[in-house]
């Protein structure tokens, strides 16, 4: 999806605290589709990880407790500019949430379709909301095959596949420059399952690029569980396409992503960055959460995987490095 996105920075910065404070970036055409619960803009802070200073953006603090809301309120509000009056969606608990309660801001009926095993507390969440639940038996990837007829017949209001929900997850970027001093960071460290963020975050700092706002695109660590890896696999494989894998179950449900539909876009997204890929274990994920959870971070395990992955790339970083990572969701969401 082509925009031509600019940045007024005097005028940026004088706009409320949230993200659509970057409304010229932000290919919606009238201001009275918006839909919006002030979401964005969340802080910033540094922690120590390994020893070393790190910043972290607490994209956990958004109103449906996940990063999801920034592409749901711009999907949602596209959808209420063309009139749609019923959305689909497939998820694995987070857009789900994001997507109803957006739509339940916009007046607009839901339908998500998500995996059986999801947590039980983002089902409950997407039922508070008012849309439609369906179960379906089997994999992510099941999920997503089940849909299809239905996306079909309905507006899909999909994260993976729609494009302008990236217009919103590359608020991301646009947050962390302002919150830098219109500077890019170093290096990102972010989860991948779809890569929603990755992508988003990417599209970004481009568009800030372009713009002459800042000079470099940073670094980007992408972090995978190792249950389930296929990003982490053909990138040591130095292949362009995700390789089928066998799959374990994992705590990090978020990013347990067997087949990964943008999965050779995140392989080159990540090359041409500079990046890599790292896994971690269940062990791993299980002590960054309580390890954070100590320090008053209360994480869903998605969101703690990221964290695993921070600490193993700082071991082994540059001690100059400028490195921001996220935490992506609430851990209220989980058991």
């Known amino acids: 999806m082509e925009y031509d996105s600019r940045f007024p920075v005097k005028e940026i910065e004088k706009r409320p605290p949230n993200m659509w404070r970057y409304r010229e970036a932000i290919p919606i055409e009238f201001d009275r589709s918006i839909i919006s619960m002030s979401e964005g803009f969340t802080p910033l802070i540094e922690e120590e990880i390994c020893g070393r200073k790190v910043l972290i953006k607490q994209d956990h603090l958004f109103p449906t407790g996940s990063y999801k809301d920034r592409g749901a309120s711009v999907l949602i509000t596209y959808a209420r500019e063309h009139s749609v009056e019923s959305v689909v969606e497939d998820s694995s608990g987070n857009a789900g949430c994001s997507i109803s309660a957006y739509s339940a801001r916009a007046g607009i009926s839901c339908e998500i379709f998500v995996p059986e095993r999801t947590s039980a507390r983002k089902l409950d969440q997407i039922r508070a909301y008012g849309a439609r639940l369906r179960l379906i ?11 299809l007829k239905v996306a079909s017949e ?27 001093g219109w500077k890019s960071p170093d290096t990102i460290v972010l989860p991948v399952g779809n890569g929603t963020l990755l992508l988003g975050a990417l599209i970004g700092f481009q568009e800030m690029k372009s713009a002459g706002i800042i000079d470099n695109i940073p670094k980007i660590i992408a972090v995978q569980s190792e249950n389930c890896s296929p990003l982490v696999q053909a990138f040591n494989r130095r292949l362009v396409q995700p390789v089928p894998v066998e799959t374990k179950p994992t705590v990090a449900e978020g990013i347990a992503i067997e087949r990964p539909v943008r999965g050779s876009q995140i392989l080159r997204a990540v090359r041409d960055s500079g990046g890599l890929f790292l896994d971690v274990s269940e062990m791993e994920i299980i002590e960054a959460r309580t390890e954070m959870a100590r320090r008053g971070h209360f994480l869903e395990p998605t969101a703690a995987a990221t964290i695993a992955g921070l600490k193993k790339y700082t071991a082994f970083s540059d001690p100059g490095e400028r490195i921001i990572s996220v935490f992506t969701g609430h851990g209220l969401k989980t058991v």
């Open 137 to 147: 038996r089997g994999s992510r990837e099941d999920t997503a095959r089940s849909i």
């Open 154 to 180: 309905r507006f899909y209001a999909s994260h993976t596949y729609n494009p302008v929900f990236l217009h919103g997850t590359k608020t991301f970027s646009f947050e962390i420059c302002e919150q830098l």
